[in-house]
C-alpha cells in the first residue's frame, strides 16, 4: 500500500494528552462493567426470566460506554484531519459501491474467522465463557443488542482504526508497529469475553485494519463490524417478523 506522503502518515490527529486520556478511558471499561454489574448476563441462562433485563442492563451500559468514548475522541480531533492516510486514486475507484463491496468481503472474513474460532474452541472442549448466554430470546432483546452491535461497528472503528492508528503512528513512525499495537489494545479491550476468544479477537482487528488501509476508508469496517456482530439479532428480527 502506498501512501501519498510519509508527513501525511506521522501527524498527530490530537495532542499526547489526549491519547492517554483516551487510553485510560480504554482502560477503565472493565470497571465499568463491574460497577454496573452488566455482565450479570454472563450468569442468567437463556430461559430464565431474568434474561431481558441482564441483557438489556448489558446492552445499555456499553452502548452508552462506546458513544461517550466516541465523543471524547471525536471532540478533540483537529479539524480537517483524515483519520485514514489515502491511497493511491486506484484504490478510491467506485467511491461508495467500492467502500460496500469491500465491508461485504470484509464481513465474509469476519465470519470465517468467528464461525472457525467457535468450532475449534468447541472441537477442545472449550465453552463460548461470558458470552454462552449473549443471545437474543425476544424482539426488544434484539433490538438492543442490534443497537449495540451497530454502534460498536461505528464507534470501535473510528477510535482504533482511525484515531488510534494515526496516533500510534505519529509516535511510532511505523506503520506495522502503530497497527499491532492497536489490534492489541483492541483486544484487550475484549478480554472479558474470555482468554480463550482472545486470538479471534485480534484476527478480527487485523482483517479490520487491513480493509481500511486498503480502502483508505473507515466505512467499509464499519459496515462489516457492525453487520458482523449483529447479524444474529437481524436474523432473529427477520424470522419474528416474517
Known sequence: MTYRTQGELQTPV?????????LGLLAAFPLLLWVTDALLIAHVPLD?????????RFAAVVTGYLWTLFAVTALWVRRGQHLVARPNPASERNGAWGHLVAGMLTLLALLVVGVGSSMLLSHLGIGMGPLQYVAPVNRAEAGAFLVLSLSAGFVEEFVFRGYLQRQLESLTASLYAASFLQVAIFTAGHLYQGWARLPAVFLVGAVLTVTSKLRGSLVPGMVAHGLGDGLQCIVYLARSLA
Do not use: N, Y
Not at 490530537?14 to 483516551?22: D, F, I, K, Q
Open 48 to 56: 430464565s426470566p431474568g434474561h431481558t433485563r441482564a441483557m438489556l
Open 14 to 22: 490530537a495532542s499526547t494528552l489526549h491519547l492517554v486520556g483516551v
